[in-house]
């Protein structure tokens, strides 16, 4: 069972535009993060939210965390090239092992 | 700093075979996490520690073993391998912080034919 799915799966645009990502749960979540992934490489950490309704910017990227803490938003401003990659959200529920539950992934191309 | 390393980073096994993968870590961190990459379904726990000497099941651990007799290595064992383990396998770790960044490993991209 998949608890997190994200939308789209998949989106090719034209460098300068923007472009939102969306993760989406029936579950409630104490924290979400979200990683981006390069081609041969692992996941890295992009942001962690904790807060229902909570937002946070990194340069031209705005993640925000649902009221209900069930979904999660990544919004992109004037995507460039060097913001292709894949994205996953992952949310815990928590306690002492803290154990991420991946969502399934939206993979972005930005077309210079 | 060499942060998660894993090895070897590309094998290919015929069904049957066995194997081990190596991550090993050079932080300090008690937790380690052990996932596959399949196309469309994000990361799926297969294993994980919360110290040396410790393991636990996470979400797909069937036909998979693991060890972590030293801090800084978890190994992930395959004692039979399946096409359906064909994967990318990687390995993360963590420090003991309520919410605390998962640094992850380059990957083991595993061919099982």
């Known amino acids: 069972t998949q608890l997190l799915e994200q939308s789209p799966q998949f989106l090719s645009i034209q460098e300068g535009e923007n472009l939102t990502v969306y993760c989406n749960s029936s579950s409630v979540f104490s924290s979400l993060q979200w990683y981006r992934q390069e081609p041969g490489e692992g996941p890295v950490l992009l942001v962690t939210?904790?807060?229902?309704?909570e937002v946070k910017k990194l340069k031209r990227l705005t993640f925000q965390f649902g009221d209900a803490r069930k979904d999660s938003s990544l919004h992109i401003t004037a995507a460039q090239p060097g913001d292709t990659g894949l994205y996953l959200c992952?949310?815990?529920?928590?306690?002492?092992?803290?154990?991420?539950?991946f969502g399934t992934g939206t993979l972005l191309a930005v077309q210079p | 700093n060499a942060g998660v390393t894993q090895t070897p980073k590309f094998r290919v096994l015929k069904t049957g075979q066995s194997m081990t993968l190596l991550c090993a870590q050079d932080?300090?961190?008690?937790?380690m996490y052990w996932y596959r990459q399949d196309p469309g379904m994000g990361l799926r726990l297969i294993h994980y520690?919360?110290?040396?000497?410790?393991?636990a099941k996470g979400e797909v651990p069937d036909g998979y073993n693991v060890s972590r007799l030293k801090k800084q290595n978890f190994l992930l064992g395959l004692e039979s391998a399946a096409p359906s383990q064909t994967s990318v396998y990687f390995c993360a770790s963590r420090g003991l912080a309520a919410v605390e960044t998962q640094y992850f490993g380059p990957g083991t991209r595993l061919l099982v034919l």
């Open positions: 520690s919360v110290g040396e000497g410790t393991t």
């Open positions: 939210v904790v807060t229902g309704g």
């Open positions: 932080m300090n961190h008690e937790y």
């Open positions: 992952a949310g815990t529920y928590g306690g002492a092992t803290n154990k991420l539950i």
